[in-house]
């Protein structure tokens, strides 16, 4: 018999820990000796419900998809794929798909929870600060919402002053809201940013006014990572993607060779304990692609 | 010397001319379907050329009523815009506890009331520049969908006639095919036999000639528009049925740069006055059959773009060549 | 005379500060031909436009067939019988001709467009016009004399009571015009009114019953051509005198400028010729004999393929436009609109356009760079203008043609190529042209010009050649032309009267 | 009437003629800039000046080339596409070792090179559709920058003549500012007064009078692709700096669109043979202070589209106002 073909279907590998994910993944599953191929939607869901209709279309055996949008697009694809006895797996949420065998989740609450008790305790708890988040989608969201309820609960007497949002959530639409919010407020104390890109263009803002506020990001990327080098950036935390791809690879082959039993339910793991970069520890940052092998799955 | 009779085979000429037009990127088209079909197993499977041809469905429809446009010597940017405003329009609708066949119909007929009265008024009546205008329209509407919709995207899971219209299928072909399929029809005849369809022609051509023939330039002008407006609304519904949701964020993001290049490898050019559905076909064909052929050999989505731009370029090449 | 079909009284038109028309009338009756004549600028297009629903008058009345008339449009006009041809053809490039002959009134059958009707209606119309044109063919593949006729077809396509032909004839060969004419013979039997626009004399005096006549505006009056002769119809337009009208003075040749010896190139083949400074040729051809195309290729815009051109007794390879202007060669081509001016610019702009081609890559283009072309280049020409900073697209044709003589002249050239120089030009104007160019072959300029009006060539000329085919088939001394041979030549009778003796060739 | 004599004011309707050029948007950023000085109190601050100018000094040196291209009566979308792949070959020439200055040159030549030789090329020598190839070259731009740099953001930090081009001072004031100006009035003066500056309005004005007087129509075609890939060339060096690293991925997305409204608010049009540099900094002018004032004013982000593109549509409505 044929070894088991997995059809990964990535959101936009050109993002850095998304693709950090999708190699990881590859890579674990290549050691299990599972074949897989790789599409990319490049963010266009409409492309995206095409290309799962394509590899049902090719009849592979499983599939692992990382919605490239809102996922209620997908569910007419993912039923058609079900019914068609492909297994299917996801990073991140597929709501309203109830047959999901294995879920992968993003520790977006945990990156939320961190950055809030971070900036708590660096600005002790009293000021005003301002948030750069980006577009509202749920995987996002869950970002700011778990940042605010850290706020509130851990110092209720910070001021959230200002919420923006960068759209696209890069440090060129990130500079200049930032270069905006210090001038609008000249108390503020810290930045929050939801991701690295904006850090780092929230950083340079900040440097370039010459002020003194405290600017943290998110995801442990390249970006974020030179702005902590270059002492811009006071911390951003590690999402771990290699992590999540690896750990779901592992789960997907135990299920294929038959070594685990398919849930019956959908099971969700996610990964925890976020180590934080800042200038103490930033020595031991790796990027992402030097912390596995990267079969170059495109 | 006094010969005025018609010729012999009136068709003649007109064929010659008409496959002069299009056989640049037809040539290319049928190139590339028969290195696809030779190369990749896949590409001939029923699956996949209605899959092809569903994914593309929205683009046909929203290029068909840019075409009245850009025959007409103008241009519409906010086509993508309108669509995912359409959308969102959709579902405001339908949450808002209006049955999906009346919605359906209110979304269509108010996309093409904003598009005529604003991109139309303006540029028809107010003798705007059509580029700024659309632009600001552009802006304006993705403005106005992310508003409505805060930026989040809502199901239409629960109206299964916006599902069969997106996904749908009647004995066993896809609706929104059949839907792209009528629209071009219409399209077509609409643009070759009537009254209006010709008066786009001339306006695109020579305005001072039609208006001083009897045309009323505003008015044609300020349809264009509104026409593409109505295709927009259409492909709106088909997109959400398609998506089983609203998409205020990035949906159709990009879409009216992806129709103009499909209309202007039709063979319509923005000097005016050129241009026919069938050739938009073709051009969205290509588009289509090239992005698909691109999936098809595992071509990495970092170099789709290349790939994509270097085709592009090839065909337009050789209709160059073809032409002289 | 039968009662007046359409009359207009005290029209006054105005765009911004200009005043095209100041108190213009004219009476037109059923089964006239009336000339509408003046200088350029007098108001002749406008009052015309007006009469055809595309302008609105500020002031006056119009009355058809004893009604007023009140807010004429051009659809309004149609439908009441009113037909316009307009100066400058008016077509959608990229349709048919059949359908720029219906536009705006396709035929319909069950609301679809009768395809079948059309071409067989623009075949009738075509017919009338005794025109062999393909009514399926597209406008943007007929040369601009194909176009005008096709304008004139549109014009006639729904049978009108009245016809307003501006200037139908400019662009016009010997041929066409014919047919033209006996269209309006044939119209005017029928009772249809006609008003023509033309700068030819010959056709007005010729042509007309009666001819009305405009200067700055102002109505000047209306004769019957019988009671009248050319001087005193000139005298109306110019309100002066035309004396030497020509301008011809004998200068006396001096080195050769100019020789070509065997050159081709597509469709002009194994052309000789010999031109030397002070000295002026003509050049006589039907539509498409290549008098344009002989023009194009010395000023480099399609250089030859064999043959020699020497330039100053040296041989020269002229490749491009701009060279051509480095060694001293002007060139006015024929559609002053589409291919010699920029007419969203000034006139001091327009003037220094030609001199830009000439200059070196680094050359400073200052406020007085243009000014020094214009003043230098327009010296003599009479332009009209309230301006110079005036955008050229206000000005009247003539004065348009001569900013493009000025542009040339600007650039100071040893010889001048000029492509039917005065289209459209009227006979104050033209003459302010003849007179400068006497002025310059006095000053050692070589000239040649290519002309539809064998008049001008016999007038202004010393040699005359003429084309037929691409091919220089007689070259005669212009004191010795008469219409009649050079007509005999252009039309390649001579090949009928070579060929007849060897019919066992064929 | 035979008045040929020179007028006695010659500035007179010249001035009136730029005036009522440029009042239009003009007297819109006028009326923006007293609006925002009076509701908002950080508005007129030095720091808040400077940080409208710094923002937008890419955004300028991007519209200045592509003025050249839209008075030509082309159109360039692939500036923003070359921003970014700018910014990425920088970053690629800096690791592979070679010292910041020459790498800052080598980037600009090679931008220029491309896109002079690509998009001049095939539109001026090729005679190809200048929508479709820069369409073409949009996505092929984007898709090299993607290849090149596999979608990461590469650090030039290590290298401070970057970060001064495009962050640094000279006496307090913003080097990307000076950089600016200085690309403005170098592009100012050149279509002013140099004979290739005055060609470009011919060839844009009527392209067939400009080639038989004499100007090399396709020369002046290549060079204005050339010139717009130049100062793309020049603001990816700028952006890099500006933030320290390539943005392969994002980086200048969209400003093909943002810059083409720039130079038509400008007074360009796409008729061509219009627009001048001073118009397009009034055009940049404009939607920097406006998308500074929505930010400052506290708009929430998604109300900023609608924003933006109302106010587009009225500087344009004042525009007509004062035309007619
Ligand atoms: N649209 C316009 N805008 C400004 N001025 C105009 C316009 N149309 C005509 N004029 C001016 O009105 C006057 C009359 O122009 P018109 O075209 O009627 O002259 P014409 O007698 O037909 O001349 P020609 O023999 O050269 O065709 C001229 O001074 C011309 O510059
Ligand atoms: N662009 C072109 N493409 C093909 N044939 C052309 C082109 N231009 C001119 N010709 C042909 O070359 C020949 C010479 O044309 P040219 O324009 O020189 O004639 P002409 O005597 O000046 O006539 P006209 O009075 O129409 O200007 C004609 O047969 C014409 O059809
Ligand atoms: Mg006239
Ligand atoms: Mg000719």
Redesign the pocket.
């Known amino acids: 018999q044929d070894a088991p073909v997995v059809g990964i279907l990535g959101a936009n590998y050109a993002i850095e820990s998304a693709r950090a994910q999708y190699e990881a993944l590859a890579a674990g599953l290549k050691e299990q000796g599972i074949e897989f191929r790789f599409l990319d939607a490049q963010l266009d869901i409409n492309r995206q419900v095409s290309q799962i209709d394509q590899f049902v279309n090719e009849g592979v055996d499983a599939i692992v998809v990382n919605v490239a949008g809102d996922p209620n697009a997908v569910l007419g694809p993912l039923n058609r794929a079900e019914e068609a006895g492909v297994m299917v797996f996801s990073i991140g949420a597929t709501p309203g798909f109830e047959a999901t065998l294995v879920q992968a989740d993003l520790p977006s609450e945990e990156l939320g929870r961190l950055s809030g008790e971070y900036i708590c305790a660096e600005t002790g708890g009293t000021g005003q600060i301002a948030m750069i988040e980006a577009i509202d989608i749920p995987v996002l969201a869950a970002r700011w919402d778990s940042f605010t309820t850290a706020i509130e609960a851990n110092c209720p007497a910070l001021d959230i002053v200002a919420r923006e949002r960068a759209i696209p959530d890069d440090a060129a639409t990130a500079r200049p809201i930032a270069e905006n919010l210090l001038t609008r407020f000249p108390e503020i104390k810290a930045i929050w940013t939801m991701g690295d890109g904006p850090a780092l263009g929230a950083a340079l803002a900040v440097k370039s006014a010459g002020r003194d506020v405290i600017v943290t990001g998110l995801n442990g990327e390249e970006q974020g990572a030179q702005g902590v080098q270059q002492g811009v950036v006071d911390a951003t935390w590690d999402m771990l993607p290699v992590q999540i791809g690896y750990q779901l690879s592992q789960k997907i082959a135990a299920i294929l060779k038959g070594e685990a039993e398919a849930p019956s339910e959908t099971e969700v793991f996610t990964v925890t304990d976020l180590p934080i970069w800042s200038a103490e520890t930033i020595a031991d940052w790796k990027a992402y692609d030097d912390r596995i092998d990267y079969p170059g799955i495109q | 010397m006094t010969d005025t009779s018609l010729p012999a085979t009136p068709t003649g000429p007109r064929l010659a001319e008409r496959l002069r037009r299009h056989i640049g990127v037809g040539a290319a088209l049928v190139i590339l379907i028969a290195y696809l079909s030779l190369t990749q197993d896949n590409f001939l499977r029923y699956s996949n050329i209605m899959n092809i041809l569903r994914t593309n469905s929205v683009l046909f429809v929203v290029s068909t009523g840019l075409t009245f446009v850009i025959v007409s010597r103008g241009l519409d940017l906010s086509v993508g815009s309108m669509t995912a405003l359409g959308g969102v329009l959709l579902a405001a609708l339908l949450n808002a506890g209006i049955p999906a066949w009346p919605a359906i119909g209110l979304t269509v007929m108010l996309c093409t009331l904003l598009g005529g009265l604003i991109n139309g008024g303006l540029i028809a009546y107010g003798g705007f520049n059509f580029f700024v205008v659309t632009l600001a329209m552009l802006q304006l509407l993705r403005g106005a969908a992310l508003v409505m919709s805060n930026g989040i995207p809502e199901s239409t899971f629960g109206w299964p006639a916006v599902q069969w219209i997106g996904d749908g299928q009647i004995a066993g072909f896809p609706v929104p095919v059949l839907i792209a399929i009528l629209t071009g029809l219409i399209g077509y005849a609409v643009m070759r036999w009537t009254k209006f369809g010709r008066s786009v022609y001339a306006v695109g051509g020579n305005e001072t000639a039609a208006g001083l023939a009897g045309i009323d330039v505003r008015r044609v002008r300020f349809a264009v528009y509104a026409i593409a407006a109505l295709c927009a609304g259409i492909a709106a519904v088909m997109l959400t049925g398609r998506l089983t949701s609203s998409q205020p964020v990035s949906g159709a993001a990009g879409l009216e740069l992806s129709a103009a290049a499909a209309v202007l490898l039709g063979g319509a050019s923005f000097a005016g006055g050129a241009g026919t559905v069938a050739g938009t076909a073709i051009g969205v064909l290509f588009l289509a059959v090239l992005a698909n052929g691109i999936t098809l050999a595992g071509v990495p989505s970092y170099w789709q773009g290349i790939a994509t731009g270097l085709v592009l370029i090839a065909a337009i090449a050789l209709d160059r060549l073809r032409k002289t | 005379m039968t009662a007046a079909l359409f009359t207009a009284r005290g029209i006054r038109r105005t765009?911004?500060p200009?005043v095209?028309?100041a108190d213009a009338e004219i009476t037109l009756y059923p089964g006239e031909v009336h000339a509408i004549m003046?200088?350029?600028?007098?108001?002749?297009?406008?009052?015309l436009?007006i009469l055809s629903g595309a302008l609105e008058p500020d002031e006056g009345q119009l009355t058809y067939k004893g009604q007023g008339l009140s807010r004429l449009t051009s659809a309004s006009a149609r439908d009441q019988g009113i037909a316009v041809v307009q100066?400058e053809p008016q077509l959608s490039p990229d349709l048919t001709v059949a359908e720029n002959i219906l536009l705006g009134r396709l035929p319909t059958r069950l609301g679809r467009i009768d395809w079948p009707r059309v071409y067989a209606r623009a075949g009738e119309v075509l017919a009338e016009l005794d025109l062999d044109l393909d009514p399926l063919s597209k406008v943007s593949t007929l040369s601009i004399g194909r176009r005008q006729m096709v304008e004139i077809a549109k014009g006639i396509a729904d049978a009108p009571n009245v016809l307003l032909l501006?200037?139908a004839t400019s662009s016009l060969d010997e041929a066409d015009t014919n047919r033209l004419f006996a269209l309006v013979d044939r119209l005017k039997a029928r009772g249809t009114a006609i008003a023509f626009?033309s700068?030819r004399m010959s056709e007005v005096t010729e042509r007309a019953d009666r001819a009305t006549v405009?200067r700055d505006?102002h109505y000047i009056g209306t004769t019957r051509i019988d009671e009248t002769d050319e001087h005193s119809l000139v005298a109306m337009m110019v309100g002066r005198d035309l004396k030497s009208y020509w301008h011809k003075v004998p200068v006396e040749p001096g080195e050769d400028l100019l020789t070509l010896t065997g050159v081709s190139r597509n469709t002009l083949s194994d052309l000789n010729m010999r031109l030397r400074s002070g000295e002026i040729i003509g050049l006589a051809g039907l539509v498409g004999s290549g008098r344009s195309a002989l023009l194009r290729t010395i000023a480099g815009v399609r250089p030859a393929s064999t043959g020699e051109v020497r330039l100053n007794g040296t041989p020269v390879q002229i490749t491009s436009p701009g060279q051509a202007r480095r060694l001293g060669i002007g060139y006015v081509p024929e559609d002053r609109k589409a291919e010699g001016l920029v007419m969203g610019w000034s006139l001091l702009q327009n003037a220094s356009l030609s001199k830009l081609g000439q200059s070196g890559p680094f050359a400073m283009i200052t406020r007085a760079f243009d000014r020094a072309a214009y003043t230098h280049g327009a010296e003599g020409l009479g332009i009209?203008t309230h301006t110079p900073e005036q955008a050229v697209?206000?000005?009247?044709?003539?004065?348009q043609q001569k900013v493009v003589i000025a542009r040339e002249l600007a650039t100071g050239p040893r010889l001048l190529l000029l492509d039917e120089p005065t289209r459209?030009?009227?006979v104050g104007a033209k003459e302010d042209i003849y007179a400068q160019i006497s002025t310059l072959v006095q000053g050692g300029m070589g000239l040649i010009i290519a002309s539809s009006e064998l008049q001008e060539l016999m007038g202004v000329c010393d040699r005359i050649l003429v084309l037929f085919q691409g091919r220089i088939v007689a070259e005669i001394p212009a004191a010795e032309a008469t219409e009649q041979s050079l007509a005999y030549w252009a039309s390649g009778a001579h090949e009928i009267a070579d060929t007849a003796p060897q019919p066992e060739q064929i």
């Open positions: 765009f911004g200009t095209a028309l003046g200088e350029n600028g007098s108001g002749k297009s406008t009052l436009s100066q501006d200037e626009v700068h405009l505006g009209k697209s206000e000005l009247s044709g003539g004065n459209g030009v009227d």
